[in-house]
């Protein structure tokens, strides 16, 4: 192979690996960084107990089964029967709510399925969704969202996280005039967690529904790496190869 084909042969490979990573961080803007690690066993574990406690009252993951869930994040038969399921279910079962199909008319929007939640907008919005609730009286449940405005979703975690506030700053439209514009909230009563342990609490439960999105994710990573190695030798084999039956005929 001549210079230039090694060359252009070497940038597919590192533009492949730096398109991978593009990819990974598109549309997630200015949100902070969850800091979640879908490698990390015992943080899903946290994230399922969590869901499980706290989420499936009203959301379900149809699309995942608990007997799926229990192999993955290595969960004993018993607990996930004693602890994880609703007593009604069979571990074949998908994970379902007992919220009826027509709770539209409590929320004013059903809540909906989170199966593939963490793929539609992303690990990082879920985290920001989840610390993002504040005090706002005008709003039917009395709270308000930073990056889901007039969210139908109650802060049901605020004995948690404890409630928010919004803040607020002055600034001046194109025509001048003045409006305040929510730019952040900040702690107003405190909850049963410190702000490092909710925020964990909330790292792991979007972790869970990171996992919950695509229970290969973590498999699907490491073959990649592995794939991408392979193929970096291989080449280099088979150039070598390629050298050894072309050097007579040149
Ligand atoms: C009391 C019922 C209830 C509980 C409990 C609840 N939710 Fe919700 N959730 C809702 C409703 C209603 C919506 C629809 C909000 C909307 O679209 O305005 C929603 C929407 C969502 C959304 C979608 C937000 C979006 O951008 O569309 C996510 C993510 C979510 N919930 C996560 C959770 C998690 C995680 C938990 C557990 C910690 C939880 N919810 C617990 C009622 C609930």
Same mark, same amino acid.
């Given at each position: 192979?001549?210079?230039?084909?090694?060359?252009?042969?070497?940038?597919?490979?590192?533009?492949?690996?730096?398109?991978?990573?593009?990819?990974?961080?598109?549309?997630?803007?200015? *949100?902070?960084?969850?800091?979640?690690?879908?490698?990390?066993? !015992?943080?899903? &574990?946290?994230?399922?107990?969590?869901?499980?406690?706290?989420?499936?009252?009203?959301?379900?993951?149809?699309?995942?089964?608990?007997?799926?869930?229990?192999?993955?994040?290595?969960?004993?038969?018993?607990?996930?029967?004693?602890?994880?399921?609703?007593?009604?279910?069979?571990?074949?079962? @998908?994970?379902? @709510?007992?919220?009826?199909?027509?709770? !539209?008319?409590?929320?004013?929007?059903?809540?909906?399925?989170?199966?593939?939640?963490?793929?539609?907008?992303? $690990?990082?919005?879920?985290?920001?969704?989840?610390?993002?609730?504040?005090?706002?009286?005008?709003?039917?449940?009395?709270?308000?969202?930073? $990056?889901?405005?007039?969210?139908?979703?109650?802060?049901? *975690?605020?004995?948690? &996280?404890?409630?928010?506030?919004?803040?607020?700053?002055?600034?001046?439209?194109?025509?001048?005039?003045?409006?305040?514009?929510? $730019?952040?909230?900040?702690?107003? @009563?405190?909850?049963?967690?410190?702000?490092? !342990?909710?925020? &964990?609490?909330?790292?792991?439960?979007?972790?869970?529904?990171?996992?919950?999105?695509?229970?290969?994710?973590?498999?699907? &990573?490491?073959?990649?790496?592995?794939?991408?190695?392979?193929?970096?030798?291989?080449?280099?084999?088979?150039?070598?190869?390629?050298? !050894?039956?072309?050097?007579? $005929?040149?």
């Amino acid at each position: 192979m001549s210079k230039p084909l090694v060359l252009i042969a070497l940038a597919f490979l590192v533009s492949g690996a730096a398109g991978g990573v593009a990819m990974a961080e598109e549309g997630e803007g200015s *949100l902070p960084h969850s800091g979640a690690d879908i490698n990390d066993i !015992e943080s899903l &574990q946290r994230g399922a107990r969590n869901f499980m406690n706290y989420c499936s009252g009203c959301h379900s993951l149809k699309y995942l089964r608990y007997n799926r869930m229990a192999t993955d994040l290595h969960i004993p038969e018993p607990e996930l029967a004693a602890n994880l399921m609703f007593t009604s279910d069979k571990s074949f079962d @998908t994970i379902g @709510t007992s919220m009826p199909a027509d709770a !539209e008319g409590w929320f004013g929007k059903q809540p909906p399925d989170l199966s593939l939640m963490a793929r539609a907008r992303s $690990v990082d919005y879920l985290y920001a969704f989840l610390k993002g609730f504040y005090v706002d009286k005008t709003r039917p449940w009395g709270t308000n969202n930073l $990056v889901l405005p007039a969210a139908a979703m109650p802060d049901v *975690l605020a004995s948690l &996280q404890g409630l928010q506030k919004p803040v607020f700053k002055n600034e001046a439209d194109e025509h001048g005039s003045a409006n305040m514009v929510l $730019v952040g909230v900040e702690q107003m @009563t405190p909850g049963a967690l410190k702000p490092e !342990e909710y925020d &964990q609490f909330v790292r792991d439960t979007v972790n869970f529904l990171d996992y919950a999105a695509e229970p290969v994710k973590a498999k699907r &990573q490491s073959m990649g790496v592995f794939v991408t190695l392979f193929l970096l030798v291989f080449f280099a084999f088979a150039y070598m190869l390629k050298k !050894e039956y072309w050097k007579d $005929v040149h």
